[in-house]
């Protein structure tokens, strides 16, 4: 079982950066990977970075260039730096983590943080 807990959400100015973390109860170590994911209003929620247990990464093509994801197992959390923000990056952001057992996909979810951008 993996809880997660986000932080590092808030109000900036478009052109900011903001740095948000997940902090895992559980070992991280084990995940096949970690994603920040984003639900902006009315839209569905989508992804936006991901790491894999081999440091692998992956973006959605309106964050990449901006918005590194790193994580530390060690210390059990994800990071997301997010630079260059802007008015669309408006959105909460949820951290998830996705393990693989015997072929089964478990998804875990934090509560998710708001970040809001001002144009």
């Known amino acids: 079982q993996v809880q997660l807990v986000e932080s590092g959400g808030g109000l900036v100015q478009a052109g900011g950066s903001l740095r948000l973390s997940c902090a895992a109860s559980g070992s991280i170590f084990s995940a096949n990977s970690m994603a920040w994911y984003r639900q902006a209003p009315g839209k569905q929620r989508e992804l936006g970075a991901e790491?894999?247990?081999?440091?692998?990464?992956n973006y959605v093509d309106s964050v990449k260039g901006r918005f590194p994801i790193s994580r530390d197992n060690a210390k059990n959390t994800v990071h997301l730096q997010m630079n260059s923000l802007k008015f669309e990056d408006t959105a909460v952001y949820y951290c998830?983590?996705?393990?693989?057992?015997?072929?089964?996909?478990?998804?875990?979810w934090g509560q998710g943080t708001q970040v809001t951008v001002s144009s």
């Open positions: 790491i894999t247990s081999g440091g692998s990464t």
């Open positions: 998830a983590a996705h393990i693989v057992r015997l072929g089964i996909v478990y998804n875990y």
